[in-house]
């Protein structure tokens, strides 16, 4: 089988690092437009691994392609399924997810799959929510929130969302407030733990709404300092760091189970392009070998259909999963996990 | 001149306070019981 990837800021590189290790594939081919200049990113990635000089218009037929660009994520999905490929986006900007998922009947008619949000949040944030779903009978909210940022690109992206609107999903219709708004204590796996969080411009609900019909709230928070805060409204006042280091993801669901009110909560720490890197090969592994639910376009909680195997799939990518384990102060009742905090 | 001043301090003010109250405090208290707990393999079923 063959994979293409292109784009090669953090995630891509991360999503390389990954394909080139899988055996799925009997050759990845990057797509750049200046290979000369990618000086010592290839080192380490093996015979497989082939450094093609090219655009976004003329990608090459492979089985399944991965975008990992800034913008432009629905022209080159496009172009990929115009070459009979799956396609899988890793991307967290509302502006192209609500482009990718609007390829949804192209893409059926093509008989393709078009993976939307594969990064951190979403994409490990909708596959341990499509997890949790299986311990409850009726899904009532989901609450994901994230720490920390990939690459600068990431960075920019982080920064922009906390002065736009965010999009939250509340009894059966979208609600918009401003980003920076709602703030929120959200405990994270260690060595993160509690930092304050806040409503932006996120794409989670955007993604878990289709997935969860019925479902009454799907919110999304984004973890901001004080100074992420104050200066939210200005240009950025320095250059984005090339990557972040620490980050983490927490996805709590409530619901119920046997006429019980129960709250379940999974996270995990690790820096976002790490995490996005290995989410976009694994999707781009399951994509290719026929283990995606169906064609169309679509998040992760949707096209997944075994979440447990694709985490245990992350486990070996040194990805873990906690659970937070305690007893629930929302609804008194003893139940399995911690709830309002 | 003495209008324009007053409203700048008024708005002077209203900044300060503003930005006070935006970032003060914390969003909640943490959890009293429970913990994270690493999931092994084979629990992700």
């Known amino acids: 089988m063959k994979a293409a990837v292109v784009g090669l800021g953090a995630v891509g590189r991360r999503t390389v690092n990954c394909l080139a290790d899988d055996p799925t594939f009997d050759s990845v081919i990057v797509v750049h437009r200046d290979p000369r200049r990618m000086g010592p990113i290839v080192e380490g990635w093996g015979d497989r691994v082939e450094v093609r000089r090219g655009s976004v218009s003329d990608l090459p037929a492979a089985d399944v392609t991965v975008v990992a660009l800034a913008s432009g994520q629905r022209r080159a999905a496009s172009v990929a399924m115009a070459n009979g490929s799956h396609v899988v986006c890793a991307t967290d900007d509302p502006t192209e997810v609500r482009g990718l998922l609007g390829l949804d009947g192209k893409a059926r008619t093509e008989g393709v799959t078009v993976a939307v949000g594969t990064v951190m949040a979403p994409g490990l944030s909708c596959v341990l929510a499509a997890h949790l779903r299986g311990r409850f009978e009726m899904v009532e909210e989901i609450h994901v929130a994230s720490f920390g940022t990939g690459g600068p690109a990431c960075a920019r992206r982080h920064h922009s969302a906390l002065t736009s609107m965010a999009v939250d999903w509340e009894d059966g219709d979208w609600r918009r407030r401003p980003g920076g708004s709602g703030r929120e204590l959200v405990w994270f796996p260690d060595p993160v733990g509690g930092a304050d969080c806040y409503r932006a411009a996120l794409v989670d609900p955007l993604l878990l709404v289709p997935a969860f019909p019925g479902c009454r709230r799907v919110t999304s928070r984004l973890e901001a300092t004080r100074r992420d805060r104050l200066t939210s409204w200005l240009p950025m006042l320095r250059a984005p760091h090339p990557e972040g280091l620490l980050g983490a993801v927490r996805v709590e669901v409530r619901g119920w189970v046997a006429g019980r009110a129960e709250t379940q909560i999974l996270g995990a720490a690790l820096a976002p392009a790490v995490a996005a890197g290995a989410v976009t090969a694994r999707a781009a592994v399951w994509a290719a070998t026929g283990r995606l639910s169906r064609s169309g376009s679509a998040g992760l909680a949707e096209l997944v259909p075994a979440p447990g195997p694709f985490l245990r799939d992350l486990a070996r990518d040194e990805i873990s999963i906690s659970s937070f384990e305690g007893q629930s102060g929302a609804f008194g009742d003893g139940t399995a996990a911690a709830g309002e905090f | ?45």
């Not at chain 2, 409203?7 to 930005?19: E, N, S």
């Open chain 2, 1 to 45: 001149m003495k209008a324009l001043r007053r409203t700048l301090v008024t708005l002077g003010v209203t900044l300060i306070v503003a930005g006070v109250v935006r970032l003060r405090g914390t969003g909640g208290t943490p959890p009293q019981r429970g913990g994270w707990r690493e999931l092994p393999a084979d629990e992700l079923d």
